[in-house]
């Protein structure tokens, strides 16, 4: 025996189905999207590639690199990109990830949340295309631009450079609202927009944040004379100049290598009203609940990637005589994990419908309350699932340390947590048509589980001391998320995960950590669900 021998290693998780995903193939058929099955398989192959998987690695290995002059030092303001990042835009425009729901049959955007929740290999990347699915609506509002425009969003060509956006075979949208003064209190923005004899404006401000700065057209928020409104600024203007938009410098984050983010400067820029003066956030604000809706979806998909990662090193790692998944405290976490891992998929997936069915009054406390919980539950989990890998897990040629970095943007993003709990409480004050809705979803589970309906009695009484609701917020909306939770997975999930789920999070007998599960549960079932089947 040498000293190189190498044994009891786990081989790598690659050639897999990433879609091979009951609670997710389940949702996608209960919410009207089944008929993208094929298609979501196809992606989900391709997703669980070593190739694939290379690109995500690669994509945040080699960082977005800003170029702000060229060698004559003209200003060029480019974002340059590793190839790898460009075969990873390619895939997901041309599955339509971006934008292609607003242009197909009923259950697009269910059929999309899946295609956006398996294509997770990078999820930089999912940022332009967020926006990019989100921009449409919001332009809608601005019939003659969206003539022009939405065409070229839906498009499933990716046509990367800086050109006029109406001269490229397809073009992405970003999002420009916050500012260094304001933060999420985007009514404190500063930037202003002057109108001209033509129509146009004159946008001039700094924005703290903006990410994808690489986009052709941004919405970007800005004080015209009437008051706060949203503008469509593109990166090229229709002459071939470059619009005065100056990108300062990319920020040095956390997590989300491979996405460029950058502070910019408009400097007299050019843009065009969408929507009346001083109804900015109005205007933009459908954008932003579907860039939430995304919120869920990658932290659902995150979930799931960490889950299948701890699942398979857990199946094939020995240790003290067994396989570590033949050992009931790893049972317990892995299963733990797995019940988390499956209410946020059924969640989002029921958002998604909501999406394309237009439950307006349920989809707007439920998002609020989904957006604030799924995503801060998922760096707690994504810190266990690194922890089943062990020492293993915490090195960054395991990839769990990036999906780590990446858990807690989802919660930061389009509203941090008081945001989202407090946009709850005042969807409730403001439209009791959305709290009633609510109920009737939660109700249709009356009686299947008593201790689901004790949690409905509780969230009734948390609601009915509103001098202290907002103190409160964060607990009222966890109750709230976790019933809604508990109720659809009573009613479509597997009964070993709805029992698990009622047991621990609505009935209490759980702990503090993932893995504190009561006994007496269906271990087995659950486990073999978050097992993924590698080739």
Not at 147 to 176: C, H, N, V, W
Not at 328 to 339: F, Q, T
Not at 354 to 371: I, N, Q, Y
């Amino acid at each position: 025996m040498t000293t190189h021998d190498v044994f009891n290693q786990v081989p790598p998780l690659i050639g897999y189905d990433v879609a091979d995903d009951p609670a997710l193939l389940d949702g996608l058929f209960r919410e009207g999207g089944g008929w993208a099955a094929e298609e979501i398989h196809e992606l989900g192959r391709l997703a669980g590639t070593e190739e694939a998987q290379e690109w995500g690695r690669l994509a945040n290995e080699h960082r977005p690199v800003l170029r702000t002059h060229d060698r004559y030092g003209h200003r060029v303001d480019e974002v340059e990109f590793h190839p790898a990042w460009h075969e990873l835009m390619k895939v997901a425009v041309g599955h339509g990830l971006h934008a292609r729901a607003w242009t197909e049959r009923a259950g697009a955007h269910v059929a999309r949340a899946a295609r956006f929740y398996v294509w997770r290999v990078d999820a930089g990347h999912g940022c332009p295309i967020s926006m990019t699915y989100a921009a449409v609506p919001a332009l809608r509002q601005e019939p003659e631009l969206a003539r022009e425009y939405e065409p070229l969003l839906t498009s499933g060509t990716y046509d990367f450079g800086l050109r006029p956006p109406l001269t490229k075979a397809g073009i992405l949208a970003g999002m420009s609202m916050t500012e260094k003064q304001g933060g999420s209190d985007v009514r404190a923005n500063t930037t202003r927009a002057v109108p001209q004899a033509d129509g146009t404006y004159l946008l001039t401000g700094h924005k703290w944040f903006t990410s994808a700065p690489m986009c052709d057209v941004f919405l970007v928020l800005a004080q015209a004379p009437e008051g706060l409104t949203c503008f469509l600024l593109p990166r090229v203007l229709p002459d071939g100049t470059l619009n005065p938009m100056r990108l300062q410098r990319l920020k040095d984050k956390l997590g989300n290598h491979s996405n460029a983010s950058a502070e910019v400067e408009y400097e007299r820029a050019v843009a065009w009203r969408v929507g009346d003066e001083g109804r900015g956030v109005r205007t933009i604000i459908e954008m932003v609940n579907m860039t939430r809706l995304d919120c869920v979806i990658g932290a659902a998909s995150g979930m799931r990637q960490g889950l299948v990662q701890a699942a398979h090193h857990a199946a094939h790692r020995q240790a003290f005589g067994s396989a570590l998944i033949d050992q009931p405290l790893m049972r317990n976490v892995v299963a733990d994990l797995a019940v988390e891992s499956e209410a946020a998929t059924v969640l989002m997936l029921r958002l998604a419908g909501a999406t394309d069915r237009g439950e307006s009054a349920f989809k707007r406390l439920a998002l609020a309350a989904g957006k604030y919980w799924v995503t801060k539950r998922w760096p707690a989990h994504s810190a266990e699932a690194l922890e089943c890998l062990g020492g293993n897990g915490y090195v960054e040629e395991s990839g769990m340390p990036r999906l780590f970095r990446e858990s807690p943007l989802n919660s930061i993003w389009e509203g941090s947590g008081n945001v989202a709990a407090l946009d709850v409480l005042r969807a409730m004050l403001k439209e009791p048509e959305a709290v009633e809705a609510y109920f009737t979803e939660v109700g249709a589970a009356t009686g299947a589980d008593r201790r689901l309906d004790a949690a409905v009695t509780r969230v009734k009484d948390a609601l009915t001391d509103t001098a202290t609701i907002e103190l409160r917020a964060r607990r009222v909306v966890e109750q709230l998320a976790l019933v809604l939770q508990g109720s659809l997975l009573v009613r479509h999930g597997h009964p070993a995960v709805a029992d698990a789920f009622c047991a621990s999070r609505l009935d209490r007998d759980w702990g503090t950590a993932f893995g504190t599960l009561p006994s007496g549960l269906a271990l087995d079932s659950i486990i073999a669900r978050a097992t993924p089947k590698a080739g």
